[in-house]
Nanobody, 116 residues
Framework: QVQLVESGGGSVQPGGSLRLSCAASGGIFSFYLLGWYRQAPGKQRELVADITSFGLTNYADSVKGRFAISRDNGKNTVYLQMNSLKLEDTAVYYC??????????WGQGTQVTVSS
């Protein structure tokens, strides 16, 4: 059974930075497509970024140039470095893993709040 546990969320002012981490247990982590999704109140969950087992990355247009996804297969961990945060980045961020987009495995979510 794959378990994903996110950490690193919190509150930050506009222009600030946060780094999210997602630690996985179980499963064949190194083969999975890993992603970060987010869901703001009243909105649908959306893809923020994902990364293939080969390290190819994909970003939503709204975060390109500000966010960076990376993975460490040795630590079974995927990261999301978020810079130049905006008010509209406020959401619950979810880690995702699986063979396709989106994968079947989800974390419990971590809250990111950007406010002045």
């Amino acid at each position: 059974q794959v378990q994903l546990v996110e950490s690193g969320g919190g509150s930050v002012q506009p222009g600030g930075s946060l780094r999210l981490s997602c630690a996985a247990s179980g499963g064949i982590f190194s083969f999975y497509l890993l992603g970060w999704y987010r869901q703001a109140p009243g909105k649908q969950r959306e893809l923020v970024a994902d990364i293939t087992s080969f390290g190819l990355t994909n970003y939503a247009d709204s975060v390109k140039g500000r966010f960076a996804i990376s993975r460490d297969n040795g630590k079974n961990t995927v990261y999301l470095q978020m810079n130049s945060l905006k008010l509209e980045d406020t959401a619950v961020y979810y880690c995702n893993a699986g063979a396709r987009r989106p994968g079947v495995h989800w974390g419990q979510g971590t809250q990111v709040t950007v406010s002045s």
